[in-house]
C-alpha cells in the first residue's frame, strides 16, 4: 500500500527529468504517455509468469497445510508456548458471522462506512487529480510569460511530489501506530477472540483524525491560500488524509465483519470512491469551466475552486460526524 504511494513521486521525476523541456517546462505529452505504454506492458508481463509461479507455491503449501492440520489433534510444534502477551476474551462478537453479501448490505454500519468512504476519499482523489488546475489558477511572481509558464509546470510538479511524499509516509507510520495502539482482533480455532495486545484507541480514531484534517485543510485554502506558494497544505493534507484513510480501512472491515470474506467486503467498500471521485471532479470541471474567461486555455482565479472548495469543507463535517457516530456505536469493542 505503501508503494502505490510512492508510484506518483517515482513516475513525476521521470516525467520532469527526461520529457520536460528545461526552458518552457512543458511536458512532452505523446513521448511520456507512450513510455508509460510500454512500462505498463513490460510489468503486466514480467507480473504474469511471476504471479503464476507464486500461485502455484501457494496452492502446494496450502495443501500441505490442510493434510497436516487433518492429522493432528491439538497444538502442534508452531503453537506458540507461552501466550501472556494476547488479551482473550471468549465473548461472541456479533461482527464476526459471516455475511453473505445481501446480509453486508443490509447493515447501518456498513452505508455509515461506505458514505464516508465516498466523501472523504472522493473529495481526496478529486484534489490529487486536479491539483494542477489548481495551482495554476493562483497568481505567481514572475511577469515574463516564458518564465510564467516554466514556474507554473515547476509547481505542479511540486505539489504532485508533495502529496506522494505524504501519501507515502502517512501510509507507514499510520500503519505502524494503529497496529501497536488500535491491533485488529482475530478468532482463535477454538472461538476465543484474540488481541496481539490491549487496544489503546479505537480504529474509528483514525477515521475521526482524517476527516478533521480534511476539514481544516479545505478551510485553510478558503482563508490562508492566496498564491501557488501557500499550496503545499491542500497537497500535504490532502496527501495525508487519503492514505490514513485507506491504510485503517481493511483492518476496519476485518473487525466489523470477519476476515473470511474480507476480500470481498473490502471490493464492495471500494466502489466508494469509484463513485465519490467522477462526482466530485465533475463538479470541479462544472465550476472551473464556467468561470474560464473567453480565449484563455484555463481558469485563473479563486473563484476557479472556491465553490467546490465550500461544498469540500461541508463533506467533510459529514464524515466527521459519521466517523464519531462509528467510534460510539462500536466503543469498547474496535
Excluded at 178 to 201: K, Q
Excluded at 229 to 253: A, D, E, K, R
Excluded at 291 to 296: P, Y
Aim: some cysteine.
Amino acid at each position: 500500500m505503501a508503494l502505490f504511494g510512492l508510484s506518483p513521486l517515482v513516475l513525476s521525476v521521470i516525467a520532469t527529468s527526461y520529457f520536460t523541456d528545461p526552458i518552457t517546462g512543458l511536458l512532452n505529452i505523446s513521448h511520456y504517455t507512450t513510455f508509460l505504454a510500454f512500462l505498463t506492458a513490460l510489468v503486466y508481463i514480467f507480473s504474469a509468469f511471476v504471479l503464476h509461479h507464486a500461485r502455484s507455491a501457494v496452492l502446494t503449501v496450502g495443501a500441505e497445510f490442510n493434510t497436516r492440520t487433518a492429522e493432528e489433534v491439538g497444538p502442534g510444534e508452531t503453537t506458540p508456548l507461552l501466550a501472556s502477551d494476547l488479551a482473550f476474551t471468549p465473548v461472541p462478537h456479533p461482527s464476526k458471522l459471516d455475511h453473505t453479501t445481501s446480509e453486508l448490505l443490509k447493515t447501518v454500519d456498513f452505508w455509515l462506512l461506505a458514505v464516508f468512504c465516498i466523501l472523504t476519499l472522493g473529495v481526496s482523489e478529486m484534489i490529487i487529480s486536479n491539483i494542477g488546475g489548481i495551482s495554476m489558477s493562483l497568481p505567481h511572481s514572475l511577469p515574463d510569460s516564458m518564465a510564467e509558464q516554466a514556474t507554473h509546470n515547476s509547481s505542479v510538479a511540486f505539489q504532485v511530489k508533495l502529496i506522494s511524499i505524504a501519501n507515502t509516509g502517512a501510509r507507514i507510520l499510520v500503519g505502524i501506530l494503529a497496529d501497536f495502539i488500535s491491533p485488529v482482533d482475530t478468532y482463535l480455532p477454538t472461538g476465543a477472540l484474540i488481541f496481539p495486545r490491549e487496544p489503546v484507541i479505537s480504529r474509528f480514531v483514525f477515521l475521526f483524525a482524517a476527516a478533521a484534517l480534511l476539514l481544516v485543510t479545505f478551510i485553510w485554502m478558503e482563508v490562508g491560500v492566496q498564491s501557488e506558494g501557500n499550496l503545499w497544505s491542500l497537497s500535504i493534507g490532502t496527501g495525508l488524509s487519503y492514505s490514513t484513510v485507506f491504510t485503517v480501512l481493511p483492518g476496519l472491515i476485518a473487525s466489523l465483519w470477519g476476515i473470511q470474506n474480507i476480500g470481498r467486503n473490502f471490493g464492495i467498500m471500494m466502489y466508494a470512491p469509484f463513485m465519490g471521485t467522477p462526482l466530485f471532479s465533475s463538479v470541479y470541471a462544472l465550476v472551473s469551466a464556467s468561470h474560464k474567461e473567453d480565449g484563455e486555455m484555463i481558469c485563473r482565479g479563486r473563484l476557479c475552486w472556491q465553490s467546490t472548495i465550500y461544498l469540500a469543507i461541508a463533506t467533510s463535517l459529514c464524515s466527521l460526524l459519521i466517523s464519531l457516530i462509528l467510534w460510539r456505536r462500536w466503543r469498547g469493542r474496535i
